[in-house]
């Protein structure tokens, strides 16, 4: 089935539902913010299919913390340009969507056990605002982020996620933003699939599919695949926050799965309500 099919057969069981759904989104180049793509599209067309949340939560891969978990509580975040050596178009962007401070401070009560901290110096880095212009063009839907704690284990990740599952029953969507594949060493512009990027983008779609998330957290047993597909793991642990907010009722549904750049995935997905 392809993105497009996908996106046409989930959109009325999203809008039937007052649970929201769970989105990780495969964000990969800047440059998709300013060119016409099949990524950008598939993300607008998510965008028509999702329920108005009250609130977003974003997990990106660019907020990275060590020994932290810090909840931005801004009025206002601001918009972070956070690459270097692209279009001038790209620094022009802005998205001025409001916070949500007083829900971002619950979320650090619900995470207290995660060395949650309260930051209000952050804002929406490229990996939220990047997509967050397709989903939510109008940016009038208040939105906050939360970082990711770099020397947190894999299930701490997860079990983060779990900690944040209950905001689904309160209109707030949690979207989580990297890749599920992300070697930039290994980049090929044009290039095709790289076999490791084909070999560890099969596997996470298998163990996602089976709900085995334990398996997406043991990283003795990913062993060196995990390390060829992410020599930093910042753009992995997104997607496993976004796992962790699931629960065994929800169904699953895929969107693009392509490679990019030889060493990319672009793999996003959706769980849902039944």
């Known amino acids: 089935m392809s993105t497009a099919q ?3 057969a989930l959109a009325d069981r999203l809008k039937a539902s007052d649970k929201m759904p769970v989105v990780f989104l495969g964000h990969g180049s800047p440059m998709n913010v300013i060119e016409d793509n099949a990524y ?3 993300w607008s067309a998510l965008g028509r299919a999702l329920p108005q949340p009250q609130a977003i939560l974003v997990v990106s891969a660019h907020w990275m913390t060590r020994g932290s ?3 931005d509580v801004s009025a206002m975040p601001r918009t972070i340009h956070d690459f270097y050596g692209f279009p001038r178009a790209l620094y ?3 998205y001025p969507a409001p916070g949500q401070p007083d829900l971002a401070r619950e979320v650090v009560t619900l995470l207290a056990s995660h060395h949650a901290a309260e930051d209000d110096r952050w804002g929406l ?3 939220a605002w990047s997509v967050l212009k397709f989903l939510y063009p109008e940016a009038d839907v208040p939105v906050f982020q939360l970082s990711i704690d770099m020397e947190a284990a894999l299930p701490e990740h997860l079990a983060i996620g779990a900690a944040l599952a209950s905001l689904r029953e309160r209109g707030v969507l949690i979207l989580g933003s990297g890749n599920v594949v992300h070697n930039l060493r290994a980049m090929r512009p044009g290039g095709a699939p790289l076999d490791f990027a084909l070999e560890f983008d099969a596997l996470f779609s298998d163990r996602l599919q089976a ?12 062993g060196t695949l995990l390390d060829m597909a992410h020599p930093s793991l910042d753009h992995y ?3 496993l926050t976004a796992a962790g907010a699931t629960d065994a009722g929800d169904e699953l549904t895929f969107m693009t799965d392509a490679i990019d750049l030889g060493s990319v995935s672009m793999r996003s997905f959706v769980f849902h309500a039944a």
Do not use: I, K, M
Request: hydrophobic share 40%.
């Open 6 to 8: 996908a996106l046409r």
């Open 211 to 222: 709900r085995d998330f334990d398996a997406l957290a043991d990283r003795l047993s990913l």
């Open 40 to 42: 950008n599209r598939s």
């Open 92 to 94: 022009e962007q802005s």
């Open 125 to 127: 880095d490229h990996g």
């Open 237 to 239: 642990l997104p997607a």
């Open 69 to 71: 978990t810090l909840v």
